[in-house]
């Protein structure tokens, strides 16, 4: 069951695969200290634990990996928000939070709505079929470099090295294989140094909020904010591909999508619920403890399956079905949609995800009637984060 969990096929369409998991094994020990959570209450009782269930942070990578500092794509990841714990993240998670509340999200359609324009040009000019992978899912790409004062010229090179850096740190411990890893970490970083950072009196918005913070270092500046960029374009660009498949499995929801603003809502939380952007989580266990009556050793890695807690009949009905309505019933909660985190450690930039994902899935509405795949859709076979590569995809327009 595992080999084919994380073969390259298991890791494109693992959703079989975690039915199974669920059923028979909702805390499952892999190892001797590395366990696959994969039941919602299971996933649920770790995330709201960060005190018993920790982040893997520089702490525990020093008991357990004391050479971490060598490696120019660990240095950077453990300097990160992604891996510390409380009280050492609060400045930064702080600042973060406040940037990308609600209310200032809001303040920033108008931008995102700019890039979404451009974003589905390409399905309304000239003929024949659309790449969206290469258009419609860098929309967040373009939002980002803008909050970041990255030149949409850059879009690419920096897609690449951050490709390169995620694609050997995904699971935990990374892979020891970070030759090319560190490469890429060198160009984000003197790209973000020299780019971003060397603007006295002219950054763009997201640095000036994180830079005007004295407890922040300029090392873990330029680590928050190469974390920042990947997690705002990776996994809202992945939200937007498996959107776009239910919308050409669907052709009756793109008109509906339209004018329905309550419609759109749930049809994006839903997207996040059937085909999560991240599939796992990582924590480490504080001390011994025990989850669903399965012994934990201290220090025992735990990975919460965000991909397989969405699919859970316990929790949501007929889960292996795509209802893009599922959300309008009296008796269902988005906020049971797990798939951004829970607690202390939810993403901090979700609602900049939700609002790129509804104002993205409303232009390409107000533009296309249907869209039909014309080939199999690529997808990374990764097991963390599974951005589709090319999704092409013909179109009838408005």
């Known amino acids: 069951m595992l080999l084919r969990l994380f073969s390259p096929d298991g890791r494109i369409a693992p959703y079989d695969h975690y039915r199974e998991l669920i059923e028979h094994w909702p805390v499952l020990p892999i190892t001797r200290q590395r366990l696959l959570v994969t039941g919602y209450r299971e996933c649920a009782d770790v995330l709201l634990n960060p005190r018993l269930f920790r982040v893997p942070d520089h702490h525990y990578a020093d008991r357990l990996w004391p050479t971490w500092r060598t490696f120019g794509s660990t240095d950077l990841l453990y300097r990160s928000l992604l891996f510390r714990n409380a009280p050492d993240n609060q400045p930064a998670r702080r600042l973060i939070a406040r940037f990308f509340a609600p209310d200032q999200v809001e303040r920033m359609r108008p931008m995102i709505t700019r890039h979404a324009d ?9 003929d024949g079929a659309v790449d969206a992978a290469r258009s419609f899912t860098t929309i967040p790409d373009s939002v980002m470099g803008e909050l970041l004062g990255l030149p949409r010229s850059d879009a690419d090179r920096v897609a690449g090295w951050l490709d390169r850096f995620l694609e050997r740190n995904e699971m935990h411990p990374p892979d020891k294989a970070l030759v090319d890893a560190d490469e890429a970490t060198s160009h984000l970083v003197h790209h973000i140094t020299h780019t971003v950072l060397a603007r006295p009196g002219s950054e763009a918005p997201l640095v000036r909020s994180l830079r005007g913070h004295s407890q922040i270092d300029e090392r873990d500046l330029v680590s928050n904010l190469v974390f920042l960029l990947g997690a705002g374009t990776v996994t809202t660009g992945s939200l937007l591909g498996s959107g776009t498949r239910q919308l050409a499995a669907h052709n009756d929801l793109l008109p509906r999508l339209r004018d329905d603003d309550a419609l759109l809502r749930s049809f994006v939380q839903e997207t996040l619920r059937y085909d999560p952007p991240i599939q796992y989580g990582v924590r480490v266990a504080a001390e011994d403890t025990e989850l669903a009556g399965v012994p934990i050793a201290r220090d025992s890695v ?77 997808r990374q076979a990764r097991a963390v984060v599974r951005r589709y590569t090319r999704l092409v995809v013909d179109v009838t327009r408005r």
């Open 118 to 126: 451009a974003g589905t040009m390409p399905f309304i000019q000239g």
């Open 302 to 378: 735990v990975l919460v399956c965000f991909g397989a807690l969405g699919r859970d009949p316990g929790r949501f009905g007929d889960p292996d079905t795509f209802v893009a309505d599922r959300f309008l019933a009296p008796d269902s909660e988005p906020r049971d949609v797990l798939s951004f985190g829970l607690g202390a450690h939810r993403c901090a930039g979700s609602e900049l995800a939700l609002v790129t994902g509804e104002v993205a899935f409303r232009r390409l509405a107000s533009r296309v009637d249907a869209i039909r795949e014309v080939e199999q859709p690529r």
